[in-house]
């Protein structure tokens, strides 16, 4: 996937249920495996994924689930599968999905990109 160029970034904000935190650790880990990866793991080859938590820095949100997909179609089909699962509602409530476009504006107004990387 070195020369994999998302169209967009997407930011799943999700809370935990208490489904979730009352099974033990293997226990999530088995339910993930199980309910969760087979269901998007045909439609993996066009999205990348990247997960953080939160939940010792803010109550509202427990986990941010990062997707990066070539394609409208291909974070579509990931957020579909999700949805068919208990990882959708049951193990995690959704609190928003935000889908943006890196360096939109640059890409728009034919402009540098403003960054603070240092190279």
Do not use: C
């Not at 650790?25 to 990247?50: C, G, H, M, S």
């Not at 935000?98 to 360096?103: C, F, K, T």
């Amino acid at each position: 996937m070195s020369d994999f160029e998302p169209t967009l970034t997407a930011f799943i904000l999700l809370k935990t249920t208490r489904a979730w935190l009352e099974m033990s650790v293997p226990e999530r880990v088995t339910a993930f495996q199980d309910n969760v990866l087979p269901a998007i793991k045909d439609k993996a080859d066009d999205v990348r994924w990247r997960y953080y938590d939160t939940e010792f820095y803010t109550a509202r949100v427990t986990d941010i689930w990062v997707w990066e997909a070539r394609d409208h179609e291909a974070f579509q089909l990931v957020v579909e599968a999700l949805r068919e699962t208990p990882f959708w509602d049951h193990y995690f409530e959704i609190v928003e999905i935000l889908v943006g476009v890196e360096n939109g504006y640059a890409k728009h107004y034919d402009t540098d990109i403003l960054t603070t990387n240092i190279a």
